[in-house]
């Protein structure tokens, strides 16, 4: 699979308009891509000129397909008059999960979260044990753990990005009072020397589901 992770700056006297067309975007692209897995768009809760993008493909190919794609091209062409700034996050896949029904959410019902973390060198595999098993957990168990993914950066893989999706707050809330969270938190509390929570608002976020590797 193919990640993608975009912090994106943006002028706000079209923000309505360009996400109208970043909406289109996404769902027409899960709906006719079938190499397009999922596509997340967010911003920061106190800094809407702040987005935060997250996208999912099969392989280069489906990629590929998306980026000729009309709808595509017409947020191109949008974004273009109203980015900013633009920072690619190159990372890749360490584990994806996600409920098997997809995702449709367009109406800011949501609580993403992303968490970036730096893994000490010696505690990786713990950590990477731990918290892998704390995600399957979260997102077998937990009705309002709608996805998780962990990635690494491709240039340090021991600096982590965790792209995060609740139903409500109230599920946020909720998972973190889990035994299995809990469990993760006291039995990772060596391993990091670095870790930033960004709480994010949902724009819209979209997926095909079944992800699970």
């Keep these: 699979m193919i990640t993608r992770l975009f912090k994106l700056g943006r002028k706000l006297d079209n923000a309505d308009e360009f996400d109208r067309v970043g909406e289109s975007n996404l769902v027409t692209s899960i709906e006719s891509e079938p190499g397009t897995l999922a596509m997340y768009s967010t911003h920061l809760p106190d800094d809407r000129a702040m987005c935060y993008v997250f996208e999912v ?40 999960l996600e409920k098997p029904e997809g995702l449709r959410v367009c109406d800011g019902n949501a609580a993403p979260r992303c968490c970036f973390v730096q893994i000490k060198p ?16 979260s997102v077998a ?19 982590w990005v965790f792209w995060e999706g609740y139903a409500s707050e109230e599920a946020y809330e909720a998972h973190r009072e ?36």
């Design 141 to 159: 168990e937990e009705p309002g753990v709608l996805y998780l993914y962990a990635c690494s950066f491709a240039d340090d893989p021991l600096r």
């Design 57 to 96: 493909y099969a392989d280069d190919d489906a990629y590929q397909v998306h980026a000729s794609s009309a709808q595509f091209k017409a947020y191109v062409a949008m974004a273009a008059d109203t980015l900013t700034s633009r920072e690619v996050c190159q990372v890749q896949p360490e584990l994806m």
């Design 178 to 213: 889990t035994e299995h969270f809990k469990a993760y938190i006291d039995g990772t509390a060596d391993c990091l020397s670095e870790k930033e929570l960004v709480q994010l608002s949902a724009d819209c976020l979209v997926s095909k589901g079944s992800l699970i590797g």
């Design 122 to 137: 010696e505690k990786l595999e713990q950590f990477r044990e731990a918290v892998f098993a704390n995600m399957r957990t």
